[in-house]
């Protein structure tokens, strides 16, 4: 079994004094994906950029305290790619893939709209950029586990409170018309495709207003996008909310497949 988590920390070194990764030394995870380190290398204890039993790879915003995503691996890859050739969105770490043989991990983290209108037309422009990404990995003809937060709520099922989200970044018509055209394309959403009626146990993330984690008014925004060759393999998938690192939590998903054997 291969087991890969994601991780929105906001923030490495918050999450890290929040026990971030004393749990992840107990998941027993091939790989770690993870997003908003909100840190450049220099920020990085060896802890943080090497934790027991696995080797880091970051992509780093050029903005200090902003941004930024990094990938886990227990075992070394082939390669590793940081970027979607895009200058703008790649100044801003957003993407970075490991290669093991014919299967790639790849840790992305879609930018926010909800902070102003200028920064959801930013994230429009990443979106109608990282589409032919997508396309070009699929053709690739290797397994592709893609996983990160991608700020979108696909279907009402996916957010408390839908009908007061949508005109609201991250329920917009067209980003979920986005992630429709996505998924026709021939990626499956890995968590939804076993759990087709899973509601409030699939959240990953809460407001910090109110009590909303502590009333589970939450969204699936964090996700396992999948070529359907590995996708079929999953067999497990969950949300550990058992501690709180963030105002997200990790999405693990259990592969029956032989690529870490």
């Known amino acids: 079994m ?41 920020d990085l204890t060896d802890e943080m950029r090497n934790p027991a039993g696995y080797r880091g790879f970051f992509h780093y915003a050029e903005k200090k305290g902003y941004s ?39 840790s992305v983290y879609v930018p926010s709209g909800s902070s102003s209108p200028e920064r959801q037309e930013a994230k429009f422009e990443f979106l109608d950029e990282f589409l032919p990404v997508m ?41 979920r018309a986005w992630l429709d055209k996505l998924y026709a394309s021939g990626w499956v959403d890995v968590y939804r495709s076993l759990y087709p009626d899973a509601g409030d146990e699939g959240y990953s993330w809460w407001s910090n207003r109110g009590q909303a984690y502590a009333k ?3 969204w699936r925004i964090d996700l396992h996008v999948a070529t359907a060759g590995i996708a079929s393999t999953a067999k497990e998938s969950s949300v550990f909310k058992g501690q709180k690192f963030s105002d997200h939590a990790p999405l693990s ?3 029956d497949c032989g690529y870490f054997v």
Request: hydrophobic fraction near 40%; aromatic fraction near 10%; charged fraction near 25%.
């Open 2 to 42: 291969m087991r890969i988590i994601s991780a929105n920390l906001n923030g490495i070194r918050s999450a890290t004094t929040k026990g971030f990764f004393d749990w992840m030394a107990t998941t027993d995870a091939d790989v770690v994906c993870v997003q908003e380190l909100k840190a450049q290398s220099a």
């Open 68 to 106: 930024g995503v990094g990938i886990y691996c227990r075992r070394e890859p082939d390669r590793i790619v940081e970027g979607i050739g895009h200058a703008g969105f790649d100044a801003e770490g957003r993407f970075i893939r490991a290669d093991f043989g014919d299967l790639s991990v790849v």
């Open 135 to 175: 396309d070009a990995l699929r053709s690739e003809g290797r397994e592709f586990v893609v996983s990160g937060d991608w700020n979108i709520a696909h279907a009402p099922i996916d957010l408390k409170n839908w009908k007061g989200n949508l005109k609201n970044s991250g329920f917009l018509p067209e980003e």
């Open 216 to 218: 589970n008014v939450g």
């Open 253 to 255: 998903v259990d592969y």
